[in-house]
């Protein structure tokens, strides 16, 4: 019996730690961080987050020299889940890059519309 009511509660508490991953995504920095370490010299061209099949995801495009970079990331786990690379850039994306440090908050976003 004390076996059975140890598995229940170290199961209930499985359930519950997912259940906070859930509905706690990694942030945008976060997001980034894990695109810089993979593409260390590229420069941030658009980032969004999304649900894809009930998964958070951040989609990141950046330009590496004359290489357009897309990566997704996993909104809970932080890993790429899918990356494209493609090598010819036109000069308006050479043109579109920003900085993390330019991107705000939506809710910043709201107070200032």
């Known amino acids: ?8 509660i170290l199961l ?14 990694i942030s945008i920095e976060t997001a980034t961080e894990t695109f810089f370490k ?18 958070p995801v951040y989609s990141i495009e950046g330009i590496q020299g004359y290489s357009k970079v897309d990566v997704s990331i996993h909104g809970i786990h932080n890993v790429i889940i899918k990356k494209n690379v493609d090598h010819s850039v036109d000069a308006d994306d050479l043109n579109e890059t920003f900085l993390l440090s330019e991107i705000i908050s939506p809710e910043k976003a709201k107070e200032e519309a």
């Open 1 to 8: 019996m004390r076996k059975k009511l140890s598995v229940s």
């Open 12 to 25: 209930s508490a499985l359930l519950s730690i997912s259940v906070s991953f859930a509905a706690n995504p």
């Open 38 to 55: 993979h593409y260390p010299k590229a420069q941030l061209h658009s980032v969004s987050f999304e649900t894809k099949k009930g998964k």
